[in-house]
């Protein structure tokens, strides 16, 4: 079975340029996660999605991240403009049940 | 604001031995613990859980220990194996199941030959 799947896996851009992170997640999972790592801490939750529902987004910092779950199936994150402390790992996640996360590997953005 | 603490960044262990790692948490409303094992390049993956009505739960080699009253839990890996070599996070969710999912700092153990 094909795990979660992210895209790109790394990305260096400008600060004040946009960026976009992609993520397959497994397949029949209807909940899909987004979360931000940064260095040296533990993931912290963005958004939330039941199918194409955003359920939860309160962390999200609205006025330059967006995201979609069109379909309910592939998800996209977006950053714009992106600023110097956005540098972090993006990991997106999927789960049947409320039991277990399954996370990708990630996308590590460095905003220089 | 922690809601998820873990006070140790690094452990030691000599293979064979036991590798012991602690989570401290401080909201009473938290009731479902997560151990998550996180290699380099790689996103996180389960390794065990426990809810609130149990106070141990064990896999194999690894067993987590909850203590409620003390909003303490921990993960005894025995014996470790130098494979064990990972971060290991911990996370809690305030509801039955792990929607929402709150992560410690995690702790890098490190498995000697």
């Known amino acids: 079975e094909a795990g979660v799947v992210q895209s790109p896996r790394y990305k260096i851009i400008e600060k004040k340029q946009p960026v976009a992170f992609w993520c397959n997640p497994i397949s029949g999972h209807n909940t899909l996660y987004w979360y931000r790592q940064n260095l040296g801490q533990g993931p912290e939750l963005l958004i939330r999605y039941e199918n194409e529902e955003a359920v939860d987004d309160s962390q999200l910092p609205k006025d330059r991240f967006s995201a979609e779950r069109l379909k309910g199936v592939d998800s996209t994150l977006k950053i714009q403009p992106a600023e110097l402390g956005d540098s972090a790992v993006y990991l997106c996640a999927s789960s049947l049940s409320p039991d277990e996360q399954y996370f990708g590997p990630g996308t590590r953005l460095t905003v220089t | 604001d922690q809601q998820v603490k873990q006070n140790s960044p690094s452990l030691s262990v000599q293979e064979g031995r036991i590798s012991i790692l602690n989570c401290d948490y401080t909201?009473?409303?938290?009731?479902?613990f997560l151990w998550y094992k996180k290699y380099p390049a790689e996103g996180p993956t389960f390794l065990i859980s426990?809810?609130?009505?149990?106070d141990k739960n064990e896999d194999g080699r690894f067993t987590v220990f909850l203590n409620k009253s003390a909003k303490h839990l921990s993960l005894h890996i025995v014996p470790s194996q130098p494979g064990d070599s990972a971060v290991y996070f911990c996370?809690?969710?305030?509801?039955?199941?792990?929607?929402?999912?709150?992560f410690g700092t995690g702790t890098r153990l490190t498995v000697i030959p």
């Open positions: 996370a809690a969710s305030a509801q039955t199941g792990a929607n929402n999912l709150f």
């Open positions: 426990i809810s609130s009505i149990k």
């Open positions: 909201n009473s409303m938290f009731d479902y």
